[in-house]
């Protein structure tokens, strides 16, 4: 005798298809591509804020999540509340799959911010910079030149810094729009004498040309005057953001000997992200599980990343290396950019649409 099926209800045929919906969004959300959105300025011109993008995780290799206890499409949070949408009951050791590359120097990636030690590291905050230099490089910058292994590094079209734009005019933000600068791209001088703008060289160059325009001079930091915010110290070593270095960027199983020098550079990374349990430095020594390290090995490689913004950008220059465990993937593609200054269709970054990272 032949059972006829029962017939399912609609509220069952919604939610199955909710389930499917929510399995086969975190599995390509996870394996394939993410989402992403500028927040910040740190990555402008080649990055603006507002800017829609899909990162890679193929490129660089998925990730097996170490936080495996998560609801789905969540990072943090519960959305809409300050719950944490995770509990760290278990955690899974580094495991990376194939991917078609590494990360090469100059790639823009998306990585979990290193110094942000209250939440497991797949859950940190997503940051996006480029990677200016990669395991076993050296790097330096000099009057806000970056070198890399002694040569000049690439730099990126569009790569700004911060500019002294003198005048006794008030300037409006249509003025400032013309030369493709947004209302968070300047800021007036409290005494009235200019603005401080964030700008490329070419653009800086017509505001030169400009008759309402004084003088432009670009701001950069003197050598030797060492600034305390910068990695590893920058009071010791005399670094700044705009004369930094050299520092060599740690690679796996690079061995270096635990000098005074080593010490200041390195005992920080191997503390943090090395995955020991017990590492201090006393009397200008490093002790791991209380035995004093003459020399040490490198168990993970790591990577410099700076935004293209060099003058509006907190980045390895003030926070240090990012580890290779906290690489999520390489930003790939733009979708979509909406310029939150304007208004309506005007708002929409039509150029933009499909744009390749580079």
């Known amino acids: 005798m032949k059972v006829e099926k029962k017939k399912k209800s609609a509220l069952r045929e919604w939610l199955d298809a909710l389930v499917f919906a929510v399995i086969a969004a975190s599995l390509i959300r996870w394996l394939l591509l993410e989402p992403f ?15 829609f993008l899909f990162v890679s995780k193929m490129h660089y290799g998925t990730r097996i999540p170490r936080t495996p206890l998560q609801i789905p499409l969540t990072h943090q949070k519960i959305w809409g509340t300050e719950t944490n949408s995770y509990v760290d009951w278990i955690q899974l050791p580094y495991f990376r799959l194939p991917g078609f590359s590494s990360v090469k120097r100059n790639d823009v990636v998306v990585f979990n911010y290193p110094s942000e030690f209250e939440f497991p590291v797949d859950l940190k905050t997503n940051y996006i910079k480029r990677a200016v230099a990669i395991p ?14 002694g040569e000049p590094a690439y730099k990126p079209e569009g790569i700004q810094f911060s500019y002294d734009v003198m005048t006794s005019r008030n300037l409006s933000a249509d003025f400032f729009s013309d030369y493709g600068i947004n209302p968070e791209g300047f800021m007036t001088f409290s005494n009235g004498s200019g603005y401080l703008v964030m700008t490329t060289e070419e653009t800086a160059d017509r505001l030169r040309k400009s008759p309402a325009i004084g003088n432009v001079i670009m701001r950069a930091e003197r050598e030797e005057m060492g600034d305390p915010r910068i990695f590893p110290d920058g009071a010791y070593f005399g670094w700044n953001k705009d004369n930094f270095g050299p520092l060599k960027i740690p690679a796996k199983g690079w061995t270096i000997t635990m000098d005074a020098d080593n010490i200041a550079k390195y005992s920080f990374t191997i503390e943090k992200f090395e995955g020991h349990s017990n590492v201090e430095v006393r009397d200008n020594q490093l002790y791991i599980d209380g035995q004093i390290v003459e020399t040490y090995t490198f168990k993970q490689d790591y990577y410099f990343m700076m935004g293209d913004n060099r003058h509006d950008s907190l980045d390895s220059r003030y926070w240090g290396f990012v580890p290779e465990d906290h690489i999520v993937g390489k930003a790939w593609f733009l979708w979509l950019s909406l310029d939150k200054h304007k208004s309506m269709f005007s708002k929409i970054r039509w150029s933009r649409f499909f744009n390749g990272i580079n």
């Open 37 to 51: 959105t500028i927040p910040t300025a740190s990555m402008e011109k080649s990055l603006l804020v507002g800017d």
């Open 136 to 149: 076993g490089d050296e790097i330096e910058i000099v009057m806000t030149n970056v070198f890399v292994n």
